[in-house]
C-alpha cells in the first residue's frame, strides 16, 4: 500500500492512476493515523513553499513524514514535495523544511546566474537526465532518458545527495536522496514510459 500525502498542495489524480496502473493499492493520506496502513509514502507538491511547510506543520504531517523517515521507510517527494525535503527554500521569503536532506531550494533565474536570459522561466517541458551516481531510484532508467519538468525553483547545495541532474542552461538537481528517503524535480506521473519505471522501481524500494 502506497500513502500519498493529500494536503491540498497538488493534483493528485495523474499520480493516482499511474500508481494503479501498476498494480498498486493507492491511499491518500489527510492524518498521520492513516500511515499505519501503508508501506511507503509520496509527498506530491504544486504551489509556493512557505505555504505548503505551513499546511503539514498544522496537520501535523510534518512531524510524521520526519518519524516515518527515521523509521526507515521508503519516502518519495515530488516537485514542490522534494523541495519541501531540504533545509530550507528562498521562495518569497526564507522557509524551514523537513532538513530530511542537505541543500536549500532558490530561484532558477538569470538574475541568480543560474539560467542564460533566454530561457523561459517557468522551466516547463522534457529534458533528459544524467546520473552523477545510479541509485536504486533510477536503476530501471537510461541515462539521458527524458522526463518532465514544471518548474521555477531549484535544489542547490545539495551535490552530498545528488542523484540526477539536468542540463538547462547550467546543471541543476533533478533528483535527490538519501538512504530511504528520494526526491525528483520532475513529474514522473507525467513523464510516459520513462516515469513509469522510475515509479516502478519506487514499489520494489
Known amino acids: 500500500m502506497t500513502g500519498i500525502i493529500d494536503y491540498g498542495c497538488g493534483n493528485l489524480f495523474s499520480l493516482k492512476s499511474s500508481l494503479r496502473r501498476l ?13 499505519a496502513a501503508c508501506d511507503r509514502m509520496i509527498l506530491p507538491g504544486v504551489g509556493a513553499f512557505g505555504n505548503a511547510a505551513r499546511i503539514l506543520k498544522q496537520c501535523g504531517m ?24 531540504f533545509d530550507k527554500s528562498y ?25 542564460a536570459a533566454n530561457l523561459k522561466i517557468p522551466h516547463i517541458g522534457w529534458n533528459s537526465l544524467r546520473f ?31 542523484l540526477a541532474t539536468v542540463t538547462y542552461g547550467e546543471e541543476i538537481c533533478a533528483a535527490a536522496g538519501k538512504g530511504n528517503v528520494f526526491g525528483t524535480q520532475f513529474h514522473p506521473e507525467k513523464s510516459g514510459d ?12
Open 132 to 162: 552523477p551516481s545510479k541509485s536504486k531510484l533510477f536503476r530501471n532508467v537510461g541515462e539521458e532518458e527524458y522526463v518532465y519538468f514544471v518548474h521555477s525553483y531549484h535544489a542547490k547545495h545539495c551535490n552530498e545527495n545528488l
Open 91 to 115: 521562495e518569497f521569503g526564507e522557509y524551514n523544511g523537513l532538513s530530511l536532506l542537505h541543500g536549500e531550494v532558490a530561484p532558477l533565474s538569470a538574475e541568480a546566474a543560474v539560467v
Open 62 to 85: 510534518d512531524d510524521a513524514i520526519i518519524e516515518w523517515s527515521r523509521k526507515g521507510m521508503p519516502l518519495l517527494g515530488i516537485c514542490l514535495g522534494m523541495q519541501l525535503l
Open 194 to 205: 520513462t516515469g513509469m519505471r522510475i515509479l516502478e522501481a519506487f514499489l520494489e524500494i
Open 23 to 35: 498494480g498498486e493499492n493507492v491511499r491518500l493520506i489527510a492524518r498521520k493515523e492513516d500511515l
